[in-house]
């Protein structure tokens, strides 16, 4: 659905992507995480073909996005600060919307101000922030968008309209196979909407999971022995952290988990405990080294 | 459904008109205040004679027109493509599914349409005022069409100048900027290089540039031509032709252009340099300009070039780099400056061979040469004056005279108090002209040059057009009396007229060259009227047969000043006339106290007397001074004489 192929973005001296390549299937919903200044913005902007990319190529069903207007009105791009047309009321930027979009429901729109519930007929700007935030979702929802670009959409949003906006994407997920690309720089926020993970930092993309297979594949490991611990006890073992706690040794390891739990039974350990980690956990172990920055996603 | 993704988008249509609408309004509202209510006032006034009747269109409160002409469109341009210069608008306008080429086809043809709409709703109006009141003493329906056409070209124009530079640049504020400095750049930076030219290049002919070539280099110099009717359809023709190359360069820019550079004073980085050293290099040519006029001296000119360009350079990056703090990048500079010496150092030395350029002898077809190069360009068509026809001098041996001068001018350097300067211009065989213009301290110091040349018959043809006169043509002689003094002259007698037209014309072919460029004062101010056209002249002192025939005639008395006409006057050994500071008159008491102390002497003699009014000059610089003491009237004239015509008594009594 979404191929971004070896990309790369300066903005002048200052190179904010680096050869970012990933891509999206049809009908997921992927989460991009990455601190302040990552350029997750930057990408998805050039995802959504308001920016060009210096170096490698952006293909949505296998076309270029840029200047491609069949393409571009299949997407939608909610940025992290909203546009409105100035004195605009939320009637009048449906009808803008109606007009532009080929897509657009206008059933869909009317059963959304149920949801919604703002008045159609008020001006926009006059609006509470969060309330400019829903109407944008609503707007978005009705052009019937194939692929949603969402950039730091949940900002600002009360939990009671978090949960109705996360269920409303979800739906038509499951639905309509809609696509959404979602930027985030927490990761609490979107883990329980996403099915994939990637992880932006410094303009790279340095990890990037399918969240299931994520959950499934590290584990942590809890063993002990009477004796001293064998020599050969991480052989042929992706350890990613090693701790001792008196005689028991925590380990976090990844790999099948039947796999892991055979390894460890071979070196028959008195105690032998596998547990499932948190999302958080998981990252945490796996980036290792990267540093601060993957704690600030996470938090 | 195609139609939504069409080259038409109501929508876009729409919130266009909400945000800019108003200008459009503005601008009718502007235009009717402007032009017809100014008619109906005119219309309805009682004293209608009062007005007078405007020439064409533009000539109802041209100001207003002018204002609106140039500030609506930009204005226009500014808020139509505001989206490109506010991130969020930006980011979203680009997100949409509408290509770059769509979003500019329907702002700029909205904002032609917001200048055109409210210009022809105007013309209606006045169509309508046109046939139904008696206003065709106000405009013609051609002056209507012109008016149409010429507001439409024009407006347009600086909308789309306004749009181009919208497009280069990612502020607004910068944008209006921008646009105004492009629309004045042809015409400030030719007069920048002309100035300079002329203080680099000896004999550069600057104002010869200047007052000529220039003046159509920018639409703002149109506002005289508009009311004079002498805009012509060719410039028209040349601003609507840019009109559609701004068009389509702000197109490709548009296209190119990266929408994160919003907020950027420059929206291309490649730009930067261009307009940094582009600032430094204008600002350095003003800076030279501003010393070099105000002190003429080559090291005022150095220092403005480099305070002008110092400045320009700084003034460049902090625009953009949006900061004060750009003292940093002195390294840019100093490239900067020595390039700009070695080209000095080449000008210096003359490496395009433009000062010593000398045509050979064989090449020049013909030559003007003069003050300045107005004479030169004289129209023919002058409806009030009679005008030389003759424009250039071809004579081989003036040829040769002015080849000699202009090889002595290369030879000498720029005096430093240059006072006057002699315009030279070639016309060459193979149909180019060359031109140049000397600033000399005086130009009896190349007499020798000079004297063949203003002796010739064609050189004195040009600048005495009563030689190219007949006497049966002409109508009418007046003389007027230099001084003041109220008798006058007039001979309108068929015979007597032709006789003095042949002394006249005898009396300027023989004149020297010092005759013709002596400072002695004229005897009278001469009127010549052939055909209802005038030709002007001066009665010079060397005029001997025309004095002799009004003379013979009994005529004379009443051409010039006689000494029958003063009481007397005071000639003085000194160089400056005392004057009472408040009145400005000849100070008495000092007149009465020289001629005590015997440096003055007061002549009385009517002999003397005229021998002193044919030898003065005007104004006290001389060694010696003189006031002369009308009869009627208490107005005293100073004067002085310059040798060698300092009469024999006075030098004889006042040694």
């Given at each position: 659905m979404i191929n971004v192929k070896n990309v790369s973005k300066r903005f002048e001296n200052q190179s904010?992507?680096?050869?970012v390549h990933f891509s999206i299937d049809k009908g997921s919903i992927y989460g991009l995480l990455g601190s302040n200044g990552a350029g997750k913005t930057t990408l998805l902007k050039i995802i959504s073909g308001i920016l060009t990319q210096d170096k490698g190529h952006v293909f949505i069903d296998d076309s270029p996005v840029f200047e491609q207007i069949q393409i571009k009105d299949k997407v939608v791009f909610l940025p992290d600060t909203l546009y409105f047309f100035p004195q605009y009321t939320i009637r009048q930027m449906a009808e803008f919307y109606r007009n532009i979009y080929t897509q657009w429901n206008e059933e869909r729109f009317q059963r959304l101000s149920d949801v919604f519930e703002i008045d159609i007929d008020k001006k926009i700007h006059k609006l509470s922030k969060g309330m400019q935030r829903q109407v944008a979702f609503w707007l978005a929802m009705s052009a019937m968008p194939e692929i949603l670009v969402l950039d730091e959409p949940l900002d600002g949003l009360d939990p009671v309209m978090r949960k109705k906006v996360k269920n409303l994407l979800v739906q038509d997920v499951a639905e309509r196979e809609m696509t959404v690309l979602i930027s985030s720089h927490n990761l609490r926020e979107v883990e329980d909407i996403c099915d994939h993970i990637g992880i932006l930092h410094k303009g790279s993309i340095i990890l990037e999971k399918d969240l299931d297979d994520l959950k499934s594949d590290v584990h942590k490991v809890q063993v002990a022995f009477?004796?001293?611990?064998?020599?050969?006890?991480?052989?042929?073992v992706d350890l990613l952290f090693k701790e001792e706690r008196g005689s028991v040794l925590l380990c976090i390891v990844r790999g099948n988990q039947a796999d892991v739990m055979m390894h460890f039974k071979t070196f028959e350990p008195d105690i032998f405990d596998i547990l499932p980690l948190t999302l958080e956990e998981i990252f945490i172990y796996e980036m290792g080294g990267v540093g601060y920055a993957i704690k600030n996603i996470l938090v | 459904m195609p139609s939504k993704t069409s080259w038409f988008n109501r929508e876009i249509i729409k919130q266009s008109l909400r945000n800019t609408g108003w200008l459009g309004i503005v601008y009718f509202l502007g235009l009717v205040f402007a032009i017809p209510l100014r008619m109906l006032m005119n219309y309805t006034?009682?004293?209608?004679?009062?007005y007078q009747s405007p020439s064409n269109l533009f000539d109802y409160q041209l100001e207003i027109q002018v204002f609106l002409m140039f500030g609506i469109p930009i204005l226009l341009a500014i808020f139509l493509f505001r989206y490109l210069h506010v991130k969020n608008a930006a980011d979203f306008m680009h997100s949409l599914p509408i290509k770059r080429l769509n979003l500019y086809n329907h702002f700029v043809s909205m904002g032609v349409l917001i200048l055109i709409v409210p210009i022809i709703m105007v013309s209606i109006i006045l169509l309508i005022l046109y046939s139904s009141l008696n206003t065709e003493n106000y405009f013609t329906l051609i002056q209507l069409g012109e008016w149409v056409l010429i507001t439409v070209v024009m407006t347009v124009f600086t909308f789309l100048a306004t749009v181009f530079v919208g497009m280069i640049t990612g502020i607004s504020a910068i944008q209006g900027l921008f646009s105004f400095i492009l629309l004045i750049f042809p015409l400030g930076i030719s007069v920048l290089i002309a100035f300079n030219l002329s203080f680099l290049l000896h004999g550069f002919p600057g104002d010869y540039y200047l007052n000529k070539q220039f003046e159509k280099y920018s639409p703002f110099t149109i506002v005289d031509r508009l009311t004079n009717n002498t805009m012509e359809s060719i410039e028209i023709l040349i601003y609507f032709l840019l009109s559609i190359l701004l068009y389509i360069f702000a197109l490709q820019l548009y296209k190119l252009r990266k929408i994160e550079m919003v907020s950027q004073a420059l929206g291309f980085p490649q730009l930067k340099p261009v307009f940094i050293y582009g600032t430094t290099f204008c600002m350095m040519l003003f800076g030279g300009v501003y010393f070099g006029e105000t002190e003429h001296h080559f090291l005022w000119i150095l220092f403005g070039y480099a305070i002008g360009s110092l400045i320009g350079f700084f003034v460049a990056q902090m625009i953009v780099?949006?900061?004060?703090?750009?003292?940093?990048?002195i390294r840019g500079f100093g490239i900067y400056a020595a390039t700009t010496a070695i080209f000095f150092l080449l000008f210096q030395f003359d490496i395009t061979g433009y000062e010593s350029r000398l045509p050979e002898i064989e090449e020049i077809q013909s030559f003007y040469i003069g003050d300045n190069h107005y004479e030169y360009e004289a129209r023919e068509d002058d409806l009030t004056f009679f005008v030389n026809k003759k424009k250039s001098y071809s004579d081989p041996e003036n040829i040769q005279a002015v080849h000699d001068l202009h090889q002595q001018l290369i030879s000498e350097k720029i005096p430093k108090n240059a006072n006057e300067q002699i315009f030279i211009l070639y016309e060459l065989k193979d149909g180019s002209k060359q031109v140049r213009e000397f600033k000399v301290a005086s130009k009896q110091s190349y007499s020798s040059y000079l004297k063949p040349i203003y002796e010739s018959m064609e050189y004195k043809e040009h600048n005495y057009p009563l030689l190219t006169v007949d006497g049966p043509d002409v109508d009418l002689i007046r003389f007027q009396p230099s001084g003041r003094i109220s008798k006058m002259l007039t001979v309108s007698d068929p015979k007597e007229v032709s006789e003095i037209i042949e002394v006249i014309q005898a009396d300027m072919q023989n004149q020297t060259f010092e005759d013709m460029t002596t400072e002695r004062a004229s005897l009278s101010f001469i009127e010549v009227s052939v055909h209802k056209k005038m030709v002007q002249l001066e009665f010079k002192p060397s005029y001997q047969k025309l004095k002799d025939l009004l003379k013979s005639k009994d005529m004379l008395k009443d051409a010039i000043v006689t000494g029958d006409d003063l009481r007397y006057a005071v000639i003085f050994k000194e160089t400056k006339v005392e004057r009472d500071p408040m009145t400005q008159e000849v100070d008495e008491q000092w007149v009465d106290e020289k001629i005590q102390q015997g440096d003055a002497i007061k002549v009385t003699e009517k002999d003397d007397l005229e021998k002193v009014l044919s030898n003065y000059s005007h104004g006290d610089k001389g060694e010696y001074t003189l006031a002369l003491y009308y009869k009627n009237g208490s107005y005293t004239e100073v004067g002085h004489f310059t040798e060698p015509f300092v009469p024999e008594f006075v030098k004889q009594q006042l040694k």
């Open positions: 904010v992507l680096k050869e009477k004796k001293n611990v064998p020599n050969k006890l991480f052989d042929n | 006034s009682v004293n209608e004679d009062y780099e949006k900061t004060w703090r750009v003292f940093k990048n």
